[in-house]
């Protein structure tokens, strides 16, 4: 498993707007959304899982031709100072 995060800085002001704008678009996969509590505020991150980068990319390449992801990108885009994408693979599940 791989996991594909996502970390976004917000333009202050605009977090419920991003927030609902990632929500309103079909994803095609599940994903957990983090909004900050304490320290940097403004920022969501999201986490996707995926089998392989395989399926990372197959993803990314099938999505980027759909227009419901071109409409967002043009909504999104404005709201965001800046954004990361790290990927991490979990090593061990504590008891």
């Given at each position: 498993?791989?996991?594909?995060r996502w970390?976004?800085?917000?333009k202050?002001g605009?977090?419920?707007?991003?927030k609902n704008?990632i929500?309103?678009?079909?994803?095609?996969?599940?994903f957990?959304?983090?909004?900050s509590?304490?320290?940097?505020?403004?920022?969501?991150?999201?986490?996707?899982?995926?089998?392989s980068?395989?399926?990372?990319?197959?993803f990314?390449?099938e999505i980027?031709s759909d227009?419901e992801?071109?409409n967002?990108?043009?909504?999104?885009?404005?709201l965001?100072i800046?954004?990361?994408?790290?990927f991490?693979?979990?090593?061990?599940?504590?008891r």
């Amino acid at each position: 498993m791989i996991i594909e995060r996502w970390e976004h800085k917000i333009k202050a002001g605009h977090l419920d707007e991003a927030k609902n704008l990632i929500f309103s678009i079909n994803w095609r996969r599940p994903f957990r959304l983090f909004e900050s509590e304490i320290g940097v505020m403004y920022r969501l991150s999201a986490d996707v899982e995926y089998e392989s980068m395989a399926d990372i990319e197959k993803f990314w390449d099938e999505i980027q031709s759909d227009p419901e992801y071109q409409n967002f990108l043009e909504k999104w885009q404005p709201l965001v100072i800046s954004s990361e994408r790290t990927f991490w693979r979990p090593i061990e599940t504590s008891r």
